[in-house]
């Protein structure tokens, strides 16, 4: 066959049927389907870690509530008049059913001694802090206060708070004021040399970028050497009101009255023994949340963590 031939012959196509002709259309026209992936598993933490985190939280201190109950179980059994746990238990759930009761100025519940106790607390607490933290702050800038000023602190501060308490029953002739007075005079120490060492601590730039600019006093005691010194000063105040509480109610004890520290020792002339053992962990408990609450406000105004 020639070439000629070829060029004139057409080429053969297979014939197709109408139902292949359809379906390429229909293959051609419909859109092609996306596959979307699958979501990645979300991950979650091995239930072992979490469970062995909230152990070693927890048990501890019941371990140590443990050991606690053991000897206190193991003292009363050996000891004739002690009481044991459960005894305690029992007489601390009857106390507290009616915990502000009163039959008489000297018969009232354990609620309304804790809160005389507290009041005397806050009022001298408060004097203190009045007094001693801007004393510390002047002790602490001016070296000639602080060389005036140090021999008489050494002396006073070595001295038990109980020993200032006959000092207050002379000059205020009432029992009240006479535990307000030991109260200041035990908590102003820490206050006044924790002041005064922060603002020693203050670096010398600020205070030559305050002279710089010429600053007056007050300027430099509030925008400089306040915010320096009160992360010093709370700790101070954090010392003083355990110590204020760890005094009043051997106070109490000896002034007589409405307080914690009266009732221990009323309800140990009634031979009440389990009574003076549900005071001591109200007068634990009741400090332990004054210090909580003093660390929660330092950790809310501590300028060296922000």
Same mark, same amino acid.
């Given at each position: 066959?020639?070439?000629?031939?070829?060029?004139? $012959?057409?080429?053969?196509?297979?014939?197709?049927?109408?139902?292949?002709?359809?379906?390429?259309?229909?293959?051609?026209?419909?859109?092609?389907?996306?596959?979307?992936?699958?979501?990645?598993?979300?991950?979650?933490?091995?239930?072992?870690?979490?469970? *062995?985190?909230?152990?070693?939280?927890?048990?501890?201190?019941?371990?140590?509530?443990?050991?606690?109950?053991?000897?206190?179980?193991?003292?009363?059994?050996?000891?004739?008049?002690?009481?044991?746990?459960?005894?305690?238990?029992?007489?601390?759930?009857?106390?507290?059913?009616?915990?502000?009761?009163?039959?008489?100025?000297?018969?009232?519940?354990?609620?309304? *001694?804790?809160?005389?106790?507290?009041?005397?607390?806050?009022?001298?607490?408060?004097?203190?802090?009045?007094?001693?933290?801007?004393?510390?702050?002047?002790?602490?800038?001016?070296?000639?206060?602080?060389?005036?000023?140090?021999?008489?602190?050494?002396?006073?501060?070595?001295?038990?708070?109980?020993?200032?308490?006959?000092?207050?029953?002379?000059?205020?002739?009432?029992?009240?004021?006479?535990?307000?007075?030991?109260?200041?005079?035990?908590?102003?120490?820490?206050?006044?040399?924790?002041?005064?060492?922060?603002?020693?601590?203050?670096?010398?730039?600020?205070? *030559?970028?305050?002279?710089?600019?010429?600053?007056?006093?007050?300027?430099?005691?509030?925008?400089?050497?306040?915010?320096?010194?009160?992360?010093?000063?709370?700790?101070?105040?954090?010392?003083?009101?355990?110590?204020?509480?760890?005094?009043?109610?051997?106070?109490?004890?000896?002034?007589?009255?409405?307080?914690?520290?009266?009732?221990?020792?009323? $309800?140990?002339?009634?031979?009440?023994? $389990?009574?003076?053992?549900?005071?001591?962990?109200?007068?634990?408990?009741?400090?332990?949340?004054? $210090?909580q609450a003093l660390l929660l406000i330092a950790k809310r105004f501590s300028y060296g963590n922000n």
């Amino acid at each position: 066959m020639t070439a000629s031939n070829l060029a004139a $012959e057409p080429l053969a196509v297979e014939p197709r049927t109408h139902a292949q002709a359809a379906a390429t259309s229909e293959t051609s026209a419909a859109p092609q389907a996306t596959v979307k992936p699958a979501p990645a598993p979300r991950y979650r933490a091995p239930l072992g870690p979490r469970v *062995n985190a909230v152990l070693k939280k927890v048990l501890p201190p019941l371990f140590g509530i443990g050991l606690l109950l053991g000897v206190w179980a193991i003292v009363a059994m050996k000891t004739q008049g002690f009481p044991g746990p459960l005894q305690t238990w029992a007489a601390a759930v009857e106390i507290f059913a009616d915990p502000f009761y009163r039959n008489g100025p000297n018969d009232q519940g354990i609620g309304w *001694n804790i809160l005389s106790s507290l009041q005397r607390v806050g009022i001298g607490f408060g004097i203190a802090a009045l007094v001693g933290i801007p004393m510390g702050f002047l002790i602490g800038r001016f070296n000639f206060l602080n060389s005036m000023l140090d021999p008489l602190i050494s002396l006073l501060r070595p001295v038990s708070p109980l020993a200032w308490l006959p000092i207050g029953l002379l000059v205020f002739k009432k029992a009240d004021p006479a535990a307000t007075w030991t109260i200041f005079i035990c908590s102003i120490w820490p206050m006044i040399l924790n002041t005064a060492q922060g603002v020693q601590r203050v670096p010398q730039d600020y205070m *030559n970028v305050a002279r710089v600019l010429n600053l007056s006093e007050v300027k430099i005691i509030t925008k400089i050497l306040f915010p320096a010194v009160l992360p010093y000063m709370l700790t101070g105040i954090r010392l003083s009101i355990g110590t204020a509480w760890l005094v009043i109610v051997a106070a109490e004890m000896l002034t007589g009255g409405v307080g914690i520290g009266f009732w221990v020792w009323d $309800e140990w002339n009634n031979l009440k023994v $389990e009574h003076i053992v549900i005071a001591i962990f109200v007068i634990g408990i009741v400090g332990l949340m004054l $210090e909580q609450a003093l660390l929660l406000i330092a950790k809310r105004f501590s300028y060296g963590n922000n």
